[in-house]
């Protein structure tokens, strides 16, 4: 368990308006990571953190952005919701150790654009 | 390309009876990791099994084991003596490098143990 969490845990949210999700980590791991989740689709990456303030876009990028000014925080950004956004969006953390590498999710976002 | 492929979308096995879950990885690394993840109905992912490409045993961890065939590009994920908590949905997972680490995922399977 990477002590991650995620706020807030559902939201509701109307066409147009612009969102913010916030994922927190207390174990000091490089990597963040941005994951939805749709049925079919498995799990894709959004975006992802290499170190504080440097950050990349994933697979389904488009509509999206992210922040990371601390270590431990990383922001998701929808700039201006639509339906297709409609997800459960998951935040991770990832650690590099010897040969072994490790990633840790959070619980997860429920996010309902209307 | 990087992918992951899980052709099980479904499984249906009864109690304590050993489950084994495919999944088959495409990929021209040579250094790389799987994963196993398990989903339960609550949403969280719990880490199941890691396997590195250069480990040599197959992963174990309690009654998870990991069926590692490097030649044949599978790492199939086998429970032992299923439980009911053991239904949810699984996925594999593989680490690539590509200017970070990253995990891409297959669909997943949803397993379904009956008592």
């Known amino acids: 368990d990477a002590g991650i969490t995620q706020s807030p845990r559902h939201k509701v949210t109307e066409t147009g308006t612009p969102v913010t999700l916030r994922c927190h980590q207390t174990e ?22 290499y ?29 201006s919701a639509t339906s297709s956004q409609t997800s459960v969006y998951f935040c991770a953390t990832g650690n590099v150790r010897l040969a072994w590498y490790e990633q840790y999710f959070g619980p997860g976002t429920r996010l309902t654009v209307t | 390309a990087q992918k992951i492929t899980q ?23 040579q250094s790389y990791g799987l994963f196993w993840y398990k989903q339960p109905s609550s949403g969280e992912m719990i880490f199941l099994i890691y396997q590195g490409s250069y480990d040599e045993q197959n992963a174990t961890e309690g009654r ?21 908590g053991d239904s949810a949905m699984y ?12 995990l891409v995922f297959g669909q997943g399977t949803r397993l379904t143990i009956n008592p």
Not at chain 2, 91 to 102: H, I, P
């Open chain 2, 91 to 102: 996925f594999c997972a593989m680490r690539v490098f590509q200017g970070a680490q990253k």
């Open chain 1, 51 to 79: 170190g504080v303030k440097d950050t990349d876009k994933g697979e389904v990028s488009d509509g999206y952005s992210v922040s990371r000014s601390k270590t431990e925080d990383f922001l998701l950004t929808l700039e």
């Open chain 2, 7 to 29: 052709t099980q979308p479904g499984m249906f096995v009864q109690e304590k009876e050993a489950v084994t879950l495919d999944c088959t990885y495409d990929t021209s690394d």
């Open chain 1, 28 to 49: 000091n791991h490089r990597y963040m990571y941005w994951y939805r989740q749709d049925p079919g689709h498995g799990l894709r990456l959004i975006h992802y953190s």
């Open chain 2, 64 to 84: 998870y084991s990991l069926n590692f065939q490097k030649a044949r590009k599978s790492a199939n994920l086998v429970i032992s003596a299923s439980q009911l």
